[in-house]
């Protein structure tokens, strides 16, 4: 991604109009609607680009940003229609934040006006005023107040302990209120007289840690304050343990210490509680803005205009928080880069490392992409000289080690409940010991599959190319795909044989299996179904810190950037099952994913053990494994992958279409290939379907679109938008989408 960062210019700037003497100006707007252009209305005035206002779009009130300004006209001016409404609850959107729409919508080939809205909160997609919170301010006595406000009456105390100390310190108002309930009313009598110091942000602002960085780290956390001011892509390397976020504290704290912005990704909603107690007990005075999906609708609102406003110095959130307006930017670091979290599987299908790429040299800061596992692309990048490579190969504990890994051959070892008996002895022995242990099972549910013993009948979602997964504690059969949810039945459809039996095993399964092991272990399992609510993560980790927490069974979620001191067993089940996926990218997906779990062992001064059950002991990602070699394993990867011609030495683009009918997607994509004239260094696989062929009940198919060159494949993109755009119009229950970088298969 390095080598095409670059700036694009924002649409025109605004042009002298003609129309003034009609008083009424031509503004192009930007609407929520899935058409590649803009429309205009008229206003009175001349609204600035970035400007929010209210319309009316096909008889609907409708929310538009303000895109550009023009005096020509393609259509009868009589039928342009009035802006009814400027909204100035939040000031315009920057021009470098319209830029970096522009890049999003021309690079991931998606309409400008949905691009805008996907990166807009709720609260700045509606009509109606968007209510914020009086910023916080910071009050103490300036001189005049000091030497003129009287002291008050000793029979006042708490009006005399605000005064004394509004004498010393600058405190906010909630503080202030502590000391005196009425401290809102004493403070505008105080500032009525001219007596008050108010500040936007305190003055007791900082960074405060008892940790001492390791050579290593002072060596990656001065490179990268080196380059503050400039852009620079780094990419920290650090083994699981070796403390990347202390590096990435260090340099933030620099960057704060400057009165600039920090941006810090992270790949999953789970991880901001444990990294947000972290940031507070090291850096006072700064309030973080906290964007993810799950946050309220205001205060999701709030932090994007804090932040848009440079009240927010500290932003950290998942993907989408790559896309917040920010005017004073001087870092950004992406933790866990490798994570497929990242990318946007649906509607705006950007990468937000890729688009934190542009924004960090669009902004002229130093970005920071950590991981033990760094993905493929971005490695490249480092060896190829595109990133700066900065390595952290031992753990900041100097008394932890990386665990040991030992492969378990089951092919021979009967299994009870997914476990062969070393594999249960080890478990019910590290308990015993006082010592905790995770089970990783990729898996949720009971079990994969219910079947029939008599005539070996499944049960498929209707809905979906999948099976229906038994979730026994609720007595369901669902979809983990459409989340249709059915009773088990009592019999089977097909014999009415009523022995029906689970198959294989989820995360249910094992928890059950391992309960009657070990009935007086405390067992918490951790998957989608146990972490729906706000709080479940939260108290998960008090459990933990209070050594309340035996066993953890869980999947990936528990696999990156959790830190869990007292943890030394891990257990890897069904490790085999992405080994011979379709997908090209499976094997550093599976790697990541072992080397992840199996870091989480050790992390303190017990020695850490990671126990793996494969079928395949002899294949060479189990040998890297349990080197804990990630640069050999990429090494490896990356040769076979410049064999084949598969990205990072090319360049793919996912064109699909969904039908009522396979064969009418298929048709669909073969029409359109057989009109196209594509580029000569492009080439085409497919139709083909899916490998999800049927979700939601709509039939899938796909064409992959392969180059060594980004123009040419953007070309070809846009070719197939042009074409589909042209057709789906006449066919309603035909649908289209374009991934640009596709990450699945």
């Not at 042009?15 to 609407?31: D, P, Y």
């Not at 105080?190 to 500040?199: F, K």
């Amino acid at each position: 991604m390095a080598h095409l960062i670059g700036k694009h210019r924002a649409l025109n700037e605004p042009i002298v109009i003609k129309a003034a003497c009609k008083k009424m100006f031509w503004h192009q707007l930007a609407l929520n609607v899935p058409l590649e252009r803009l429309f205009t209305y008229s206003h009175s005035e001349v609204l600035p680009l970035g400007t929010r206002v209210v319309v009316t779009f096909r008889n609907k009130r409708h929310v538009a940003v303000v895109w550009a300004h023009t005096d020509e006209l393609d259509f009868d001016a009589n039928k342009v229609l009035p802006i009814l409404e400027v909204l100035q609850d939040t000031p315009p959107l920057s021009e470098e934040w319209r830029a970096m729409m522009v890049f999003c919508s021309r690079y991931y080939l998606y309409p400008i006006g949905a691009t805008v809205f996907t990166a807009l909160p709720q609260g700045l997609r509606n009509s109606e005023a968007l209510s914020l919170p009086e910023p916080k301010r910071w009050y103490r006595f300036n001189d005049l107040g000091k030497h003129s406000a009287p002291e008050p009456a000793s029979r006042h105390f708490k009006k005399q302990a605000l005064w004394q100390a509004l004498q010393t310190e600058q405190l906010s108002l909630a503080e202030l209120k502590q000391i005196h309930p009425q401290a809102g009313k004493l403070l505008q009598e105080y500032e009525a007289q001219q007596w008050l110091d108010i500040s936007a942000q305190p003055s007791h602002v900082g960074f405060h840690s008892d940790f001492v960085l390791n050579a290593e780290q002072q060596h990656a956390q001065a490179a990268i304050v080196a380059k503050l001011g400039a852009f620079q892509a780094f990419l920290l390397h650090g083994i699981t343990g070796s403390g990347k976020t202390e590096v990435y504290f260090a340099a933030m704290a620099e960057v704060l210490a400057r009165g600039q912005q920090v941006l810090m990704l992270l790949p999953e909603i789970n991880l901001t509680p444990q990294l947000l107690a972290r940031i507070n007990s090291r850096f006072f005075g700064y309030e973080p803005a906290v964007l993810h999906s799950q946050a309220a609708v205001g205060a999701r609102s709030h932090d994007f205009v804090r932040a848009m406003k440079g009240e927010a110095k500290l932003i950290i959130g998942t993907r989408l928080s790559v896309l917040t307006p920010m005017p004073n930017l001087g870092l950004i670091v992406v933790d866990e880069e490798h994570d497929g979290s990242f990318k946007q599987q649906n509607e705006l299908r950007y990468h937000a490392r890729d688009v934190a790429l542009w924004r960090a040299k669009q902004a002229g800061c130093p970005i920071v992409l950590g991981s033990a596992t760094p993905s493929l692309e971005s490695w490249n990048n480092a060896v190829t000289g595109r990133f700066a490579l900065l390595s952290l190969p031992e753990r900041a504990n100097a008394q932890a080690v990386l665990p040991k890994i030992h492969v378990i051959d089951v092919r021979q070892l009967p299994l009870e409940e997914g476990m062969c008996e070393p594999v249960k002895q080890a478990l019910l022995k590290n308990w015993q010991q006082g010592g905790m242990s995770l089970v990783y099972l990729n898996r949720r549910g009971f079990a994969p599959v219910l079947a029939c013993t008599a005539c070996g009948h499944t049960f498929d979602c209707p809905n979906c190319s999948a099976k229906m997964v038994w979730h026994q504690n609720q007595r369901q059969l669902r979809c983990h795909h459409c989340d249709l949810r059915e009773p088990v039945p009592v019999f089977c459809p097909e014999c009415h044989n009523s022995d029906l039996t689970p198959l294989g095993q989820g995360t249910q399964r094992v928890e059950e299996a391992l309960k009657a092991l070990m009935p007086h272990a405390n067992i918490v399992r951790v998957d989608r179904d146990t972490t729906s609510g706000k709080q479940d993560w939260q108290q998960l980790y008090e459990q933990v810190q209070a050594d309340a927490v035996d066993v953890l069974i869980g999947t990936q979620m528990l696999a990156k950037g959790h830190d869990f001191a007292k943890l030394n067993l891990v257990v890897i089940l069904n490790a085999d099952g992405a080994l011979y996926s379709s997908d090209f990218r499976a094997p550093e997906h599976l790697f990541a994913q072992l080397l992840q779990v199996s870091g989480r062992a050790g992390r303190a001064e017990q020695k850490g053990k990671v126990l793996l059950q494969t079928q395949l002991p002899d294949h060479p990602l189990f040998a890297a494994l349990q080197q804990h070699d990630y640069i050999g394993f990429a090494e490896q990867e990356l040769a076979s992958r410049q064999l084949y011609e598969f990205p990072p030495f090319s360049h793919m683009l996912a064109v699909r279409v969904d039908a009522p009918q396979m064969l009418e997607a298929q048709q669909l994509l073969q029409q359109v290939l057989d009109d196209l004239q594509l580029p000569e260094d492009v080439s085409v696989f497919g139709p083909v379907p899916m490998l999800m062929a049927r979700l939601n009940g709509r039939e899938r198919a796909q064409v992959f679109v392969q180059s060594p060159s980004r123009q040419s494949l953007h070309k070809a993109g846009r070719l197939f938008q042009a074409a589909l755009s042209a057709i789906l119009p006449h066919q309603s229950a035909w649908r289209y989408a374009l991934d640009m970088d596709v990450q699945d298969a």
